[in-house]
């Protein structure tokens, strides 16, 4: 059994950290990947939380209205993956992660597509 600490990512620009409204879990609660864990606010919005990884809740970073800094750990899950010292493998991105990303090109659009369309200067060039 491995142990998944699960900090709180940076939901915002600029914000140092984010008060506990809600906890949709317990200590013993067995969690499934995605599955909301807690909705936490900064001065700008409410953003629920889900989990990156299936397992059970060993522990909780406070109650509700408790600050949480933003890199501190917010939940503490027991995974039934077994820790392999010779393995490394990077985690995946976090709902949160994916939803900072997602805002990030919604609030600049066309910045993905520009990026991709712009051909690279060393492409199609022979070397001389």
């Known amino acids: 059994m491995a142990r998944f600490t699960f900090k709180l990512p940076d939901i915002g620009e600029g914000i140092s950290e984010a008060e ?17 864990i807690a909705d936490m606010m900064t ?11 299936t397992g059970v809740v060993v522990e909780l970073a406070g109650e509700v209205g ?9 939940v503490v899950i027991e995974t ?3 820790d392999a010292a010779d393995e490394v493998v990077a985690a995946p991105l976090t709902s ?9 090109e919604a609030e600049n ?3 993905e ?9 060393l ?4 070397s001389g």
């Open 66 to 74: 408790d600050q949480v800094s933003i890199g501190a750990a917010l």
């Open 43 to 53: 001065d700008k919005a409410t953003v629920e939380m889900e989990s990156p990884v």
């Open 20 to 36: 506990i409204v809600a906890w949709h879990v317990a200590i013993g609660d067995r969690v499934e990947e995605d599955s909301p």
């Open 109 to 111: 659009p066309g910045v």
């Open 123 to 126: 492409r199609g060039r022979g």
């Open 96 to 104: 949160a992660q994916a939803e900072t990303a997602e805002q990030y």
């Open 80 to 82: 039934d993956a077994v």
């Open 113 to 121: 597509e520009v990026v991709e369309a712009t051909p690279s200067p």
